[in-house]
Antibody, heavy 114, light 112 residues
Framework: EVQLVESGGVLVQPGRSMKLSCAASGFTFSSFPMAWVRQAPTKGLEWVATISTSGGSTYYRDSVKGRFTISRDNAKSTLYLQMDSLRSEDTATYYC???????WGQGVMVTVSS | DVVLTQTPPTLLATIGQSVSISCRSSQSLLHSNGNTYLNWLLQRTGQSPQPLIYLVSKLESGVPNRFSGSGSGTDFTLKISGVEAEDLGVYYCMQFTHYPLTFGSGTKLEIK
């Protein structure tokens, strides 16, 4: 059974940092591009970042470029999202998903507030 | 950025009724490799999105065949042939032909 399990979400002050993790199992993690998608409270889905299978290529939405870093450890079947200089508008549930949206995690809530 | 316009925003249906959701793209979603990367997702209340359709018309494993997708270029449609109670939720189209990946604004399906 495919599983994507996110962790790391919490309440954080504006300007601070946070790192999300996504542990994958049930499929060959290293063969899939991976992505983070977020959803602000009561809003729609918004793509955040994608990483290639090797990690050599990364893509970001403009509003997080230079603040967020997506990475992966294929040996550990784990995806990461390092989020720096957090803003209130980054408040959302963050979902880990495969690059083609075949599989989704349960999501982790990130709240940026003073 | 590619804008995906979904209509209608809300759909009220009775059990057994057939309904359609439209997704129009601001530019062609035909990739240079010949594929059209347009997916449909369903998000039930309090749950993660689940994939329904990929590459415009291919049904994800385990998805009932009352769901079907069609379209090409910039115009796409999701059809549910005989709505069931478990189909309520918000439907999203999404494209990953072009970066940034984008989603439609969603269509909320409610059951009468």
């Amino acid at each position: 059974e495919v599983q994507l399990v996110e962790s790391g979400g919490v309440l954080v002050q504006p300007g601070r940092s946070m790192k999300l993790s996504c542990a994958a199992s049930g499929f060959t993690f290293s063969s899939f591009p991976m992505a983070w998608v977020r959803q602000a409270p009561t809003k729609g889905l918004e793509w955040v970042a994608t990483i290639s299978t090797s990690g050599g290529s990364t893509y970001y939405r403009d509003s997080v470029k230079g603040r967020f870093t997506i990475s992966r450890d294929n040996a550990k079947s784990t995806l990461y999202l390092q989020m720096d200089s957090l803003r209130s508008e980054d408040t959302a549930t963050y979902y880990c998903t495969t690059g083609t949206a075949d599989y989704w995690g349960q999501g982790v809530m990130v709240t940026v507030s003073s | 950025d590619v804008v995906l316009t979904q209509t209608p925003p809300t759909l009220l249906a009775t059990i057994g009724q057939s309904v359609s959701i439209s997704c129009r793209s601001s530019q062609s979603l035909l990739h240079s490799n010949g594929n059209t990367y347009l997916n449909w997702l369903l998000q039930r209340t309090g749950q993660s999105p689940q994939p329904l359709i990929y590459l415009v018309s291919k049904l994800e494993s385990g998805v009932p065949n009352r769901f079907s997708g069609s379209g090409s270029g910039t115009d796409f449609t999701l059809k549910i042939s005989g709505v069931e109670a478990e189909d309520l939720g918000v439907y999203y189209c999404m494209q990953f032909t072009h970066y940034p990946l984008t989603f439609g604004s969603g269509t909320k399906l409610e059951i009468k």
